[in-house]
Each structure stands twice: as structure tokens, then as C-alpha cells.
């Protein structure tokens, strides 16, 4: 689904922003990305979603080579991901159910089919009643949701989730995080860049860490550890 | 409603402000141009008026046959510069004299003899009334045996090419600065739109937009801002001219497809604007 092969990523302006990082995250995988700020954890998701190009390295999304893709071709590997932001990244002008339209309207879907399918992920992320509302007449974590709709109405098959909960209470940190996991049940891939410790000890998932760019740990690959001794 | 249309239409219903002072500063640029484009197709319209003036006299010698004369009309009149070609007898020429030299009406009243020559009035086709072609026809005419002379003002006429030449050269490269100056403050309005939604822009690709998909709207904005902006330009224009009719002097105003060419003007900009403006954008970030 998502491969790494020694993928170093240099910054504009020298140093390494990523330095050989491997590893493979299989279809309808849940795994978290830890680490502190800086360590290198929106790079790899930029990386995914082809917003950068690796310096060296192989990287792979659903086969295909984000090294070699033509620019033309990026956004068609971005409607075949859900992405979510800290800061929601909500079209602030429109409502929720125009928020989540555009992105079925980009792809060029058809119109008749459009409302069903927005009100759809509305109703599965709990805001079917807070269609009409707009960004600014939101909760944070309500707006999350939105965000969160607006990346499954293409049916991904991965979702993108950078510090998804960064900006949110602890009870819509738990909201948030659980409709991640339901997400996850039905099918979808969840890459979850996160700082929040807590969090990663709740749920039995997967968790790579980086530190200053480098992969350290790896659950899927080393030993078990006591998370409680992680950063 | 198409996507296209709607979404550069919400751009307007969500920065009305912003649209607004775009469309204005391209109606004040275009204006600008526009008020220029008066000046010069007034002086075009002056000019021409003192074009029409330009004739070639070929004063005939006395005692011509009116069989030759007619011939010779007829000849004269196929030239390909000539517009009209009039026979002018002895005794119109008397007439003509009296009646517009008054100061000379008891000399010529006095006469027992008709000093003047018949002779053939040439005006020339728009477009061969300068000094070339005029003493081209002159030329030939004097080939005629039965011409005694040939006058059509050389200096005059040579004075009008001058004219004429200057009001190019000064309506070219006046015309050519006012342009880049309305092209570059339009682009820069169509700019700051640009910029004002770089966020959006950014949304748009992260949920899978395609640059063309980005771009339309804009391009259908910026050119609806220009055409906006040209319909006001030209209402301007017409107030001024309408001022200047008034209380100034007669003038004349654009005729439909000038005015329709520089509102058209006003929606390329702001196409081509919106293009780069996107484009350049797009390519950045």
C-alpha cells in the first residue's frame, strides 16, 4: 500500500529532513507516526500525498511511484487519499456540506449523485445536523469532523491524518480518535502522525517513530517495548 | 449551473469588495486608454476632413475640342487613385470667380474676354492623398497634350504627409505606453485576487484538484472583471465626450466595434492577467 525504501529527503536549505527511512504499511493498516516536532513525521506524509519528492529513495503509493509521477498525475493519487490537517483546512466561506461537495465536484463526479454522498459522511462522522453550519460556527473538533468527512467522501483506501487532534480538547481528542478507528474498521488504511502519547498507548496499533529523521522504532519489525520508556 | 461558472461567480458574491475595486481600477485604466483613443480618432477625423481637401487641377489649353475633353474625363477617371474627376469650363470658372472674389467683381465684370482656362478637377480615393501618389496623377496628367499645367499645392500637401506621420508615430507610441500601463495595473489587481485565495488554491490541490480545474474559475473571472471594467471605461468615455460636446467642441465618439474593441480589450487582459497570475501562482507553491 505504502512503501518506503531508503528514502532521504534533503531540506532546500541543506540537512536531512529524512535520512533512510524504510518501512511498509499494508492495506487496511492502522499505524501511528511519533515522534517530536521536527523529527521528520509531515515529511513522510508529504511525501505520501506526492506534495514533495524524495531527494533519494523509493517511495510507493498503491504501486505507484511517487519519484516518477508527472505532475499531471498527483492529483489523481490525492483523490484516492483522505488527508487531515492540525488545522482542519476547511474552505472557510463555504458550509460543511460545501466544504465535503468540493472534493467529490473536483474529481469531476456527477452532480446527482453529489448531495447523497456528501450527506452520507456526514452522517458518519455525527454532523449530518450541522450540514448548513459553517467553519467559524463550529467546534474544533466539530470542524475536525468535517475535515475528517471531506477525506473519506472519495472512499479512500488510505487516510492521512497530520496531529489530527493537535489542536482539540481531550474529549473531542477522543471523539476524533474513535471515528479514526472506526474508520478503520471498515477498511480504510490510517496514517496517523501524532505526538500524543496517550493516545498511542490506547489502541493496540502500529507505531513507527522517527527521531531527527531517522526511523528508531519500528513495532511492526523490533522488539516489543515498554511504550510507558517512549518519548 | 456549470462548475465553472458558479464557482467564478461565488467569487464575486464572497469578495464583493475586492471585485469591485478591481473592476473599477480596470474601468479607470481603460478609461485612461479610452480617453487617448478619443484624442486620436478625433485627430483621425480632422486629418481626414483636410484630406478630402487635397485636388489636382489640370488646367486644359485653350481651344481643346469638348470630344477630346470628354475622352480625356473619361480617361482621368479610371485612374485607379481617382475618386471623381469634373470638367470645369471657361465660363464656369468666370463664375466661379465672380462669385468668390468679390473683391475682384467690377474687374472681372469689366472684361470683354475670358482670361480663365476649362480646366479638370481630380479628387483622389481615401488613401492616395498624400504627396506621393497626388504627384504621381500630376505626373500623368501632364502627359496629356492638350494640358497646359498642373497644380495641386506641393507643399501643402507635403505638410499634411508630416501631419499625418506624427499623429502615427505619437498615437502608436503614446497609445502603446498607456496600454502596457492599464495591462500592468490590471495584472496586478488580478493578482492580489490571486493571492487573497492562495489558501483555497492550496485546499484545492490537496483534495485532488487539477490545476485546469483551479484555473478555470479565475480565467472566467478575470475576464468578466475586464469586460466589467470596459463597459465602464466606455460609459466614462461617452460622460467625457459628452462633457466635451458640450461645453468644449464638437467631436466625435468611437464608432460600435471601437468601443466593442476596447471593451474586448478590457476581457483579454483580464484573461491573460488571471492566466499568468494563476499560472505563475500554481507553479510556486
Known amino acids: 500500500m505504502i512503501k518506503f525504501t531508503n528514502v532521504f529527503k534533503a531540506f ?17 493498516e492502522f499505524a501511528f507516526l511519533t515522534g517530536h516536532s521536527g523529527a521528520g513525521k509531515s515529511t513522510v506524509l508529504k511525501l505520501i500525498y506526492a506534495d514533495e519528492r524524495p531527494t533519494s529513495g523509493d517511495v510507493r503509493v498503491s504501486g505507484h511511484s511517487v519519484n516518477e509521477m508527472r505532475p499531471r498525475d498527483v492529483p489523481l493519487l490525492r483523490r484516492r487519499l483522505g488527508i487531515v490537517f492540525q488545522d482542519f483546512r476547511l474552505l472557510e466561506e463555504r458550509t ?46 466539530e470542524q475536525q469532523r468535517v475535515a475528517i468527512a471531506r477525506a473519506l467522501v472519495n472512499e479512500p483506501t488510505v487516510l492521512l491524518a497530520d496531529e489530527p487532534t493537535g489542536n482539540l ?40 517513530e522517527l527521531q531527527e529523521g531517522a526511523l528508531v522504532y519500528d513495532s511492526a519489525v523490533d522488539e516489543p517495548r515498554d511504550q510507558a520508556a517512549a518519548p | 449551473m456549470n462548475l465553472v461558472i458558479r464557482e467564478a461567480l461565488l467569487a464575486f458574491k464572497r469578495a464583493p469588495l475586492l471585485s469591485a475595486l478591481s473592476v473599477t481600477t480596470i474601468a479607470f485604466s481603460l478609461f485612461v486608454l479610452g480617453l487617448f483613443g478619443l484624442v486620436v480618432v478625433n485627430l483621425q477625423d480632422a486629418l481626414r476632413g483636410v484630406e478630402e481637401r487635397v485636388e489636382i487641377v489640370a488646367y486644359l489649353l485653350p481651344g481643346t475640342p469638348i470630344e477630346t475633353t470628354a475622352q480625356a474625363l473619361k480617361d482621368v477617371e479610371a485612374f485607379p487613385e481617382v475618386q471623381t474627376a469634373t470638367y470645369v469650363s471657361e465660363d464656369e470658372a468666370l463664375a466661379r470667380a465672380r462669385a468668390e472674389m468679390v473683391e475682384f467683381r467690377d474687374v472681372l465684370r469689366e472684361l470683354e474676354r475670358n482670361p480663365l482656362p476649362a480646366s479638370i478637377e481630380i479628387k483622389l480615393k481615401p488613401g492616395f492623398r498624400d504627396a506621393e501618389h497626388v504627384s504621381t496623377v500630376a505626373e500623368r496628367l501632364r502627359g496629356f497634350g492638350f494640358v497646359d499645367d498642373v497644380r495641386f499645392g506641393r507643399d501643402w500637401v507635403e505638410k499634411l504627409d508630416r501631419l499625418r506621420q506624427l499623429a502615427a508615430a505619437v498615437g502608436i507610441v503614446v497609445g502603446a505606453a498607456f496600454a502596457v500601463v492599464a495591462i500592468i495595473i490590471i495584472g496586478t489587481t488580478i493578482r492580489m485576487a490571486v493571492l487573497q485565495r492562495s489558501r483555497e488554491i492550496a485546499i484545492m490541490r490537496l483534495v485532488g484538484a487539477t490545476d485546469g480545474f483551479i484555473r478555470r474559475p479565475f480565467l472566467l473571472q478575470g475576464a468578466i472583471k475586464g ?12 460622460a467625457a465626450y459628452a462633457l466635451i ?31 499568468t497570475s494563476v499560472g505563475r501562482h500554481l507553479k510556486r507553491v
Open chain 1, 169 to 208: 480538547d481531550e474529549r473531542a481528542t477522543r471523539g476524533v480518535f474513535q471515528l479514526l478507528r472506526d474508520i478503520n474498521a471498515s477498511g480504510t488504511a490510517v496514517v496517523m502522525a501524532t505526538h500524543d502519547l496517550d493516545l498511542v498507548r490506547q489502541a493496540p496499533y502500529r507505531v513507527i
Open chain 2, 245 to 275: 460636446n458640450r461645453y468644449l467642441l464638437q467631436s466625435a465618439f468611437f464608432t460600435r466595434e471601437q468601443a466593442a474593441a476596447i471593451v474586448a480589450f478590457g476581457a483579454l487582459i483580464g484573461l491573460l492577467g488571471s492566466a
Open chain 1, 96 to 141: 460543511a456540506e460545501e466544504n465535503v461537495a468540493f472534493a467529490l465536484e473536483v474529481t469531476g463526479a456527477r452532480p446527482s449523485t453529489i448531495a447523497a454522498r456528501v450527506m452520507r459522511v456526514l452522517t458518519q462522522v455525527g454532523l449530518a445536523a450541522k450540514a448548513q453550519a459553517y467553519p467559524r460556527e463550529l467546534s474544533g473538533g
Open chain 2, 227 to 238: 469586460l466589467l471594467g470596459g463597459l465602464v471605461a466606455i460609459g466614462l468615455s461617452f
Open chain 1, 12 to 28: 532546500p536549505k541543506g540537512g536531512l529532513a529524512l535520512k533512510d527511512v524504510s518501512f511498509h504499511i499494508a492495506k487496511g
